[in-house]
Structures are given as structure tokens and as C-alpha cells.
């Protein structure tokens, strides 16, 4: 089994920063894509970025040239870089890792995903 432990959330107020982070361990398996979502209250969970596993990114629309993954392969952790943050970023961030590869198609689809962390909250203030 692969846990996900997500932390970096916080409080801040409109144009502020936070990175968040997604430290990975447990069974040793393939991790084709990490990806991370957002819940806001009472909406769907959404897409906000992936980066796959030969480093291709990709990102919602919403975020673009705010938001900016990386990773420390050595150390099992990516990262989500989120600058400039408005009071509609404000959800819960989770991430996710999938252990499935799919050619051709972009890692944007909660169903690509096999684990799950528990989140992080993110809380941007006007």
C-alpha cells in the first residue's frame, strides 16, 4: 500500500504563497503521475496539476503561471508551489498518485488515480 501525507496549507491573505507538499512512502511500486486536486466547500473535487513521471506538467486553467509543481525524487516528496493565491483557491488540497500508465491522455481525471492523501487545507483571505 502507498500513503500520501499532504502538509504546507495555511492561512493567508489574497496574493500571499504557500508550498504544499505530498511525502510519499509504503509498497515500492511504479508512480506513472502525481497529480493534485482541490475540494472547496460544497463543490466537486477538481483538477489543479500533474506532473508525470518524465516530468511532463500540466495545469488547470484556473492556475496556470500561478502554480508550479517540482519533486525531490530522492526523497519520495513533490511539491505545488502556489503563488499569487486568490480567494477561489480556497479548498482542500489533496494529492495523488497513480500507478497506471495511460499513453496518450493527461493525468486530469480523478479516475486515473489509484492513492489518495488526506489533504491539506488552504485558506485565502480578501
Known amino acids: 500500500q502507498v500513503q500520501l501525507v499532504e502538509s504546507g496549507g495555511g492561512m493567508v491573505q489574497a496574493g500571499g504563497s504557500l508550498r504544499l507538499s505530498c511525502a510519499r512512502s509504503?509498497?515500492?511500486?511504479?508512480?506513472?503521475?502525481m497529480g493534485w486536486f482541490r475540494q472547496a466547500p460544497g463543490k466537486e473535487r477538481e483538477f489543479v496539476a500533474t506532473?508525470?513521471?518524465?516530468?511532463?506538467?500540466y495545469y488547470a486553467d484556473s492556475v496556470k503561471g500561478r502554480f508550479a509543481n517540482s519533486r525531490d525524487s530522492a526523497k519520495s516528496v513533490v511539491y505545488l508551489q502556489v503563488n499569487n493565491l486568490k480567494p477561489e483557491d480556497t479548498a482542500v488540497y489533496y494529492c495523488?498518485?497513480?500507478?497506471?500508465?495511460?499513453?496518450?491522455?493527461?493525468?486530469?481525471?480523478?479516475?486515473?488515480?489509484?492513492?489518495w492523501g488526506l489533504g491539506t487545507q488552504v485558506s485565502v483571505s480578501s
Open positions: 495523488a498518485a497513480a500507478s497506471t500508465l495511460y499513453y496518450g491522455v493527461i493525468y486530469d481525471s480523478r479516475s486515473r488515480y489509484d492513492y
Open positions: 509504503g509498497r515500492s511500486s511504479n508512480t506513472y503521475a
Open positions: 506532473i508525470r513521471s518524465g516530468g511532463i506538467q
